[in-house]
């Protein structure tokens, strides 16, 4: 029965010397931080609120890597992120770039808030006009006057 | 004096507007920025045959499908029988492109639901899906006579799809 029992450990143990080994880090750091830099800037496509920087998908995996090659090729940031605009849209952007088609998405917000801003100026300003401006005679300001002081007295 | 009470609800209805049609659109259907330029160079060894290649270049002059899939995927086998139905149509030839698969898993997946493609090109590590911003298999190409992608499909295909939009397409494609 003991002896089941350890072949059995035996037999179990063994799928830990299959397990998958982790991603390999590029050798230097330098890379890594500018592989983080770049990707924390874009959209992992599978799982589309995760960086490409965080996602764990087997794509974003993939283009880890081929931005590891491409950063020990030389290729600036700039570069690298055309590499992936040109495969997979602006979309991978975080940051869109302005262009025509993103002018709404860049101006619209500020154009809404100048909207709401004009809307409630023009409120505010006709609700001024309309309140009735009423002169106070005399004998208004002796009453006025008179409830004043009464209250006053009492407080005192 | 009385619109004015017709605000709120008419602000309301254009916010439902907006949100059924956020709503009923795919998040997961991003626009390739790849319609209308050239297809990307590759060339890879054919699934069935190490030994032989494929490459985009030798179907210039014709319009042709490109079906990116894999035996690991699970609306792959959902779309399937549609791909059978336009391999059968023979409108165009269509190419697979098995993505990050391993062959024989591959191979057994078509000898078993059968092979709707003239042949597949065998992308073991997904460089080439790279090139065509594959993202999510299935994906469909169609590519015209001169290499350019003039229509990309994220997801499986439908009878429907096939019907209203790929085999009208392809009619226009041919003529030009």
Known sequence: MRRVFLLAICVLSLGNVFAKDAAPLADDLVTEQRLISISEEMRCLVCQNESLAGSRSDLANDLRREIRILIKEGKSDDQIRSFMVERYGDFVLYRPPVKPVTWLLWIGPFVILGLGIAGLLMYLRRRNSRVPNVMLTDADNQKIDALLNASDKKEG | ?176
């Open chain 2, 1 to 176: 004096m009385k619109a004015k009470f017709l605000i709120p609800l008419i602000l309301f209805i254009g916010l439902v507007v907006f949100l059924a049609i956020g709503l009923n659109r795919d998040p997961h259907e991003v626009p390739s920025p790849l319609i209308n330029k050239s297809a990307p160079a590759f060339e890879l060894s054919q699934l069935a045959d190490a030994n032989k290649t494929f490459s985009p270049t030798s179907m210039k002059g014709q319009v042709w499908i490109l079906n990116v899939w894999a035996s690991w995927c699970v609306a792959c086998r959902e779309e399937h029988p549609v791909l059978v139905e336009l391999a059968k149509s023979q409108m165009a030839p269509v190419i697979g492109l098995d993505y990050k698969d391993k062959r024989e898993d591959a191979l057994a997946m078509l000898a078993k639901q059968g092979n709707p493609y003239i042949l597949s090109a065998f992308d073991g590590n997904g460089r080439v899906g790279i090139d065509y911003g594959v993202y999510g298999v299935p994906e469909t190409y169609i590519i015209d006579q001169v290499g350019v992608i003039r229509f990309k499909h994220i997801g499986p295909l439908t009878m429907d799809l096939l019907n209203q939009k790929i085999y009208p397409l392809l009619n226009e494609l041919k003529k030009s």
